[in-house]
């Protein structure tokens, strides 16, 4: 679903394409046009392709908003893809790639009267996506070195561990190498991230560890934030008003980890 942010739906390939660039660029940051509609006759749709190579996220993804009153058939698109290639979320580089046969497409309206566009249908789709151990390591260790340095503490290395714990789990743990003045300890923090059926990755058993006065402190300042992160879901793809069948997930782990899913309305 996309909140279009005008009154009247787009009636052409070009209105769209412009109506869903304005709408996306809310919450992206990228020069160059971030979409673009094929189509020979409006309203079936050759191809939507969505850029967000090299595009910052803030992560900050609006409340979604549920239409009011009837729905009306919008457009149809043959395929959507969606390529997002050296990405940031909130400092995180990442990648990720989505396409996706056959969609239907309605239109209805908020409850403040702004058109909306609604996912109703897709036959087929393939979702990947990508961090590289290495960069996620970084991210991490720059977090903690922000909050660390709060409580006059150094961190001086990070270590990143991560494992697949099935098709579907992620298990994660993090090594802190911490200094104040002369002291030195070592924080270990802990956690599992799962995917459910409707592509929500889910956040638990987050622990952190450490030992003596300066662990404390660290343990003690990182804790209000574990608790934030635990039970948390957050939604990878978002459709709302289809129901989505996920056909196959996987992750894996080697230089980078990756999630791979296979998805499609149900029948």
């Known amino acids: 679903m996309i909140p279009l942010h005008r009154t009247q739906f787009p009636n052409s390939k070009a209105e769209l394409a412009e109506a869903m660039d304005e709408a996306l660029r ?30 910052e996220l803030d992560g900050s993804l609006p409340s979604l908003a549920k239409p009011v009153g009837e729905t009306k058939p919008a457009c149809e698109a043959a395929a959507v893809t969606i390529s997002g290639r050296h990405i940031s979320l ?19 309206r908020d409850d403040q009267g702004q058109a ?47 494992r ?47 030992e003596g006065t300066i662990g404390s402190i660290a343990c003690g300042a990182l804790q209000p934030h574990l608790q934030r992160l635990e039970g948390q879901s957050f939604p990878l793809m978002s459709f709302p008003l289809v129901e989505i069948k996920l056909r196959d997930v996987r992750i894996t782990v080697a230089d980078a980890i990756e999630i791979t899913a296979d998805f499609g309305s149900a029948d």
């Open 164 to 210: 697949a714990r099935g098709p579907r789990s992620l298990a994660a743990d993090v090594r802190l190498r911490a200094r104040k003045f002369l002291f030195r300890t070592h924080i270990d923090i802990s956690g599992q991230v799962n995917i459910d059926d409707q592509f929500n990755a889910r956040v638990s058993n987050l622990k952190c560890r450490a």
């Open 116 to 162: 909306l566009l609604l996912v109703k249908s897709i036959r087929t789709g393939h979702f990947v996506l990508s961090v590289a151990q290495m960069d996620l390591e970084k991210a991490i260790r720059e977090m903690a070195v922000r909050e660390a340095a709060r409580h006059g503490i150094v961190i001086e290395e990070t270590r990143l561990s991560l």
């Open 26 to 55: 809310r919450y992206v940051r990228k020069t160059g046009p971030l979409v673009t509609i094929h189509a020979r006759v409006f309203p079936y749709l050759d191809e939507i392709n969505i850029n967000f190579d090299g595009a």
């Open 90 to 108: 909130r400092g995180a580089p990442l990648n990720l790639q989505l396409s996706a046969r056959d969609l239907v497409f309605d239109q209805g």
